[in-house]
């Protein structure tokens, strides 16, 4: 069984920047595909990036390109979400996932444990 403990949300304006951890706890010595989703009120929970279990292979979806770069330490267990240029419409909650293949993946619905959530607000 893995547990996933995500931190770093808050508020920030316009702009600015944040960087989201997520440890992994459990599990560990296992090649693990990870991914962070969001989801904002009243909306589906979308994909926002994923990497392999070696961090080799990398997507993120185009509404992020260039703004959000998924990174991950395995000697910490550890996966990053660096959010930079931070708009209003990615204020949502991020949720961290982890899927027992360790290829990544853009569906939800191939993850098998996840964390619960933390609050990204970007204010106008």
């Known amino acids: 069984q893995v547990q996933l403990v995500e931190s770093g949300g808050g508020l920030v304006q316009i702009g600015g920047s944040l960087k989201l951890a997520c440890v992994a706890f459990?599990?560990?010595?296992?090649?693990?595909?990870m991914g962070w989703f969001r989801q904002a009120p009243g909306k589906e929970r979308e994909f926002v990036g994923t990497i392999s279990w070696n961090g080799n292979i990398k997507y993120t979806a185009d509404s992020v390109k260039g703004r959000f770069t998924i990174s991950r330490d395995n000697a910490k267990n550890t996966v990053y979400l660096q959010m930079n240029s931070l708009k209003p419409e990615d204020t949502a909650v991020y949720y961290c996932?982890?899927?027992?293949?360790?290829?990544?993946?853009?569906?939800?619905?191939?993850?098998?444990?996840w964390g619960q959530g933390t609050q990204v607000t970007v204010s106008s």
């Open positions: 459990g599990g560990t010595g296992s090649p693990y595909g």
């Open positions: 996932a982890a899927k027992r293949a360790g290829i990544p993946s853009l569906l939800a619905i191939e993850y098998d444990y």
